[in-house]
Structure formats: structure tokens, C-alpha cells
């Protein structure tokens, strides 16, 4: 692409530099690529659950492999998890239970500990499920992955959308006029 893209970065003007507009087109072809096996795993009846799933052991595996690429690192990365697991899960316990007091004090006006095991039967009936929850959860974890992975994260929309408009134009240019 010839020409220089610009998206507004904190308020400025900046032009994007071609390696960072190759990248956006890489995450955007992934991204096509994620698509497409979506489709063709809802032909073959696979649930969403199950997809999400499957591609989250994907990447699961996809990175361990590239921290297992020595020892030494494969040795930091379980001091890391060490000290920072039992971080996710208080964290993950606490937003459950957070959310289970919150739908208590609503409903009842009292704490959740409180609650007799009729009331906390109406109180999940009709409520946002646990699996609501977890997709909830997922998906914030899955948003600061993207933003801990991707440098200037905060404009790859931004970029995408004018890769896109450039690439539509280009298409126009070269398209044949038809006279009717």
C-alpha cells in the first residue's frame, strides 16, 4: 500500500508505521481464518461452548509450547504461575460470590449466607446462569490477553478499518466500468 495510514492515538494524528500495518493485516487474516473454522464447526453441529473451548486448548498449547522452548524459562514461568494463580482464582471466586450477595441483597434484602435453600432456588431461576458468568469472565480475561499481546492494542480497530477502506478503494479502482 502506497499510501501512508493515520488513525487518531490519544487524541493525536500519528501515521502508522508499515510494520504495524502489516501485523493488523496478519491479525486480521487470523482472524478470517478463526471465522471460517467457526462456520465450518457449526455445519458440523459443534457447539459454541465446545468451539470456545477448543480453541482456548489451542492456544493453551500453542503458548506452552513456546514457554517450554527451554528450561530455564519453563522454570520461571511456574514461579510466575506460583504467585499469580492463586491471585486468579481468589479473583474469580470473589466476582462469583460478589455476584451471588448482589442478587441476594436485591431480591431479598438480606446477605446470601442468609438465604434458605428455596430462596436461593428463585433466586437462580430466571437469574444470569453460571455460565453467563464464566463467558463474562472469559471474555475480560481474554480482552487484557489481546491487550498484553498486541502492541498498540488501543488503535488495531482503528488500523483495520482504514486497511479496509484502502483495499476497498483499490478494488473500485481496478473493478471494470460497465456500460448499460
Known sequence: MSKAIQ???NGKLVDIPEDEVENVRCIRETYG???HAWKEACSKNISNPNFISGLLKFLDKFIEHD???DE???EEVQK????????????LHEAHDESNEERAQRKFQKPFGQLS?????????????????????TYHFILRAFDTW????QR???????????EKAQAEKRAPVVNS
Open 7 to 9: 488513525v487518531y492515538d
Open 156 to 166: 488495531v480497530d482503528d488500523i483495520a478499518i482504514q486497511i479496509e477502506n484502502a
Open 80 to 91: 510466575i504461575w506460583k504467585n499469580v494463580q492463586p491471585k486468579i482464582n481468589k479473583a
Open 72 to 74: 530455564k524459562t519453563w
Open 117 to 137: 435453600d428455596a430462596e436461593k432456588k428463585i433466586l437462580f431461576d430466571g437469574e444470569p446462569s453460571a455460565a453467563i458468568i464464566r463467558a463474562t469472565l
Open 33 to 35: 481464518l478463526t471465522y
Open 67 to 69: 514457554l517450554q522452548r
Open 150 to 153: 498486541t502492541p498498540n492494542w
